[in-house]
Each structure stands twice: as C-alpha cells, then as structure tokens.
C-alpha cells in the first residue's frame, strides 16, 4: 500500500490542504465552501483507487486548530477510500497492477 503525503497550506488566509501526487497535487479547500473543488478533488481520488490502494498522512500535524482539522478529515477519508475500494473490487471496478 502506498502512503501520500499531504501538506496544511494557508493562502490569503484560507486554508488548502495538499495531497502530493505524481502528476499535480489534489487540493482541497477546509476554510472555504467550494463544493466544486471539493467534488473535483474527490473525483481524482476516486481515479487514483482504482489504480492502487492508497492512505494519505499529513506531513506535521500541529497544534492550531486547521491543523488538527486536517488529521481529522485525513483520518476519515482514508476510512472512507478504503470503503470505497472495498466497493470497487466487490464490482471488478479497479485495474489490477501486475508486477
């Protein structure tokens, strides 16, 4: 299983937090509502768990509060993906990697 890491981000004073990947970080919007952002970042996971089983970890959990948020999410979104890709292998939804 792969781990991604994931990195708290403060522009303008709103609040990202960055999941690094090969081709272009997901981000996600935690200060502002941006439903489409939060759909689109989704969306790109959801491609990624048919690829491969995966968990993110945020790179410095912190004691501010976005930053305890973050782990927060981060710990039910890995609940979540591995729900999902749970689902997908149940329907021969995910792409096999062979090595």
Same mark, same amino acid.
């Given at each position: 299983?792969?781990?991604?890491?994931?990195?708290?981000?403060?522009?303008?004073?709103?609040?990202?937090?960055?999941?690094?990947?090969?081709?272009? &970080?997901?981000?996600? &919007?935690?200060?502002?509502?941006? &439903? %489409?952002?939060?759909?689109?970042?989704?969306?790109?996971?959801?491609?990624?768990?048919?690829?491969?089983?995966?968990?993110?970890?945020? !790179?410095?959990?912190?004691? !501010?509060?976005?930053?305890?948020?973050?782990?927060?999410?981060?710990?039910?979104?890995?609940?979540?993906?591995?729900?999902?890709? %749970?689902?997908?292998?149940?329907?021969?939804?995910?792409?096999?990697?062979?090595?």
């Amino acid at each position: 299983m792969v781990t991604l890491d994931a990195t708290l981000e403060c522009i303008e004073e709103k609040y990202f937090l960055k999941i690094n990947v090969e081709r272009e &970080p997901i981000t996600i &919007p935690l200060s502002d509502d941006n &439903p %489409s952002a939060v759909k689109s970042a989704f969306n790109k996971l959801i491609q990624r768990i048919r690829m491969e089983e995966f968990t993110i970890k945020l !790179d410095k959990v912190g004691e !501010d509060l976005f930053s305890m948020v973050a782990n927060e999410y981060l710990t039910q979104l890995n609940r979540e993906i591995q729900e999902v890709r %749970s689902q997908m292998k149940e329907y021969d939804l995910v792409i096999e990697q062979t090595q």
